[in-house]
């Protein structure tokens, strides 16, 4: 049976102490058919020294160039226009895929259930991947004090109850790291909101959020898909990008208000919950 073709779309700004890693990580992948697209943020390191050394040895990444720097989500979705697979995931250049046969497991997944995206529920967490703690996330709403990490077992049975998943991803939790995001293309391009969408980073809320409102077929996968790297330089630790989550976080918030056929109980909780 042939495989489909996966696009991973890596954008890329100042990443040199990490690219290399993130792409090894994706040849060292168990699926054949997968197109690398890079996009270099007009990076002002050593990044694309790295990327181009990779790819003289290595062959197979196609790498788009930014004049300028555009900041991560337009960046991402220059990657994602330019992909012609029929399943797309972006990984931040500062991530990696942590089994090798991540892409294959999400492609079984969206095949058997003929999905739009996907994900993966877990994700190793921390500065270097061998010594980062392997975490849980989930959609139940319980406060983390609880702990979640058994909690993942309710994740397709809310994920059936969308509208309710775009409440509780508005007001309470984000429980999906974009770098274990799997989508079909023909999806995501019919999206009115996707990665470009007038931020500069942490829009993987909107586009999130944009999918849950679309009802796109999804579902959890209960193993580890990637390595989310933290860092003092990451884009989600600047001020820029807090403000940009405060903003993202208020619009959609006031956006699931004017939802007229939401039940008056839920527009009572999302209300109640912006309070806490």
């Known amino acids: 049976m042939q495989q489909p073709l996966v696009s991973v779309v890596i954008p890329c700004y100042?990443?040199?102490?990490?690219?290399?890693?993130?792409l090894s990580s994706i040849i060292k992948q168990d699926l054949d058919e997968i197109e690398i697209i890079v996009v270099n943020d007009a990076s002002i390191d050593k990044s694309l020294e790295v990327?181009?050394?990779?790819?003289?040895?290595?062959?197979?990444?196609?790498?788009?160039?930014?004049?300028?720097?555009l900041g991560e989500c337009k960046t991402s979705a220059k990657g994602f226009a330019?992909?012609?697979?029929?399943?797309?995931c972006r990984l931040s250049a500062d991530d990696v895929f942590v089994s090798s046969h991540h892409l294959t497991r999400q492609v079984v997944e969206m095949k058997l259930?003929?999905?739009?995206?996907?994900?993966?529920?877990?994700?190793?967490?921390?500065?270097?991947?061998?010594?980062?703690?392997?975490?849980?996330?989930?959609?139940?709403?319980l406060p983390?004090?609880?702990?979640?990490?058994?909690?993942?077992?309710?994740d397709n049975f809310l994920l059936k109850f969308q509208d309710l998943c775009y409440v509780l991803f508005v007001t309470k939790c984000n429980p999906i790291n974009s770098s274990a995001m799997m989508i079909?293309?023909?999806a995501y391009d019919k999206l009115l909101v996707k990665w470009d969408n007038g931020v500069?980073?942490?829009?993987?809320?909107e586009l999130v959020a944009t999918m849950l409102l679309?009802?796109?077929?999804?579902?959890?996968?209960?193993?580890?898909?990637?390595?989310?790297?933290?860092?003092?330089?990451?884009?989600?630790?600047?001020?820029a990008s807090q403000e940009h989550f405060i903003l993202i976080k208020a619009r959609l918030q006031n956006r699931v208000l004017t939802r007229w056929y939401f039940p008056f109980w839920m527009k009572l909780g999302i209300k109640l919950m912006r309070l806490l």
């Open 144 to 154: 983390i004090r609880y702990s979640a990490n058994w909690l993942y077992v309710f």
């Open 51 to 69: 990327i181009n050394k990779f790819t003289k040895l290595f062959g197979g990444v196609k790498v788009i160039q930014n004049e300028i720097n």
């Open 82 to 88: 330019a992909a012609t697979g029929e399943y797309v």
């Open 14 to 22: 100042n990443a040199e102490k990490w690219i290399w890693d993130c």
């Open 113 to 141: 259930h003929n999905l739009d995206w996907c994900y993966n529920s877990k994700s190793v967490v921390g500065e270097f991947v061998e010594k980062s703690p392997c975490c849980q996330t989930a959609w139940f709403p």
């Open 200 to 205: 500069r980073s942490v829009c993987d809320m």
């Open 184 to 186: 079909r293309k023909s």
């Open 214 to 239: 679309a009802h796109l077929k999804v579902r959890a996968i209960p193993e580890v898909g990637s390595f989310y790297r933290i860092h003092p330089s990451q884009a989600s630790n600047t001020i």
